[in-house]
């Protein structure tokens, strides 16, 4: 099977893949083994990442747990930190997020920032264990810092930037400084995350009620007279 680099298919924020004229489109079921094959190797990864840390943990340990040989991995992982990434990504639903906010453009703004925030909640707390895991390493590792940066927090902005660009054209949210908008939206979600980590307990008791109440924050205010 050929190489299928990762920073190849992942590196190009809020574009989509464009096949060259003298290319034959992309299979459908041979794309669909590359991301089962992915997807077991994430597996495998967030389960050796969960118990040593991602500092410690080996590709080659990450094979044995994915019943495969070491080289395998880098047919479709250039480096380990591409698995953190692509482990990020798919607790985030990276790859549906476009279609997501491109459907979402015809709603209402307020119920799909409460939909969209509590499924990506419940995310989080099923991936709990590995974000402990994996999340630190991040912080200390400027390599991997600047990776994770520009291959997923960027790439998570660039799209949130056109769906908060085509509600203010239309008139559904009115005019801000949009991609200021979007890291305070992005700080909020990753504060959570951080504060959830660290085992804060009125977050925990209360995280399902969080998206509903960010929303109050964020379109209604904290004015109780609803007035100036």
């Not at 709990?128 to 390599?143: D, R, S, T, Y």
């Amino acid at each position: 099977m050929s190489r299928v680099p990762y920073s190849a298919r992942r590196d190009s924020p809020g574009m989509p893949d464009q096949v060259p004229m003298d290319e034959k489109p992309p299979d459908p079921v041979r794309e669909q083994l590359i991301e089962a094959r992915r997807n077991q190797l994430l597996d495998a990864a967030a389960n050796i990442f969960a118990v040593k840390g991602y500092d410690r943990a080996t590709t080659r340990e990450i094979a044995s747990i994915a019943g495969l040989s070491e080289g395998t991995i880098y047919n479709y992982f250039d480096t380990k930190a591409d698995l953190l990434i692509g482990l990020m990504s798919r607790l985030a639903e990276l790859e549906r997020l476009s279609d997501e906010l491109t459907q979402a453009l015809q709603g209402d703004v307020r119920n799909f920032f409460v939909t969209a925030f509590h499924h990506r909640l419940a995310r989080i707390e099923q991936g709990e264990e590995m974000l402990k895991a994996i999340l630190p390493q991040v912080f200390v590792n400027p390599p991997l810092r600047e990776q994770f940066y520009r291959q997923y927090v960027l790439r998570i902005a660039a799209l949130l930037e056109q769906y908060v660009q085509a509600q203010i054209m239309a008139g559904r949210i009115r005019p801000v400084d949009v991609s200021l908008t979007v890291r305070l939206v992005q700080s909020v979600f990753i504060g959570l995350l951080v504060l959830r980590i660290l085992g804060d307990e009125p977050l925990r008791a209360g995280w399902e009620r969080v998206p509903d109440l960010l929303a109050t924050l964020v379109f209604d205010g904290l004015n109780a007279g609803g007035g100036g």
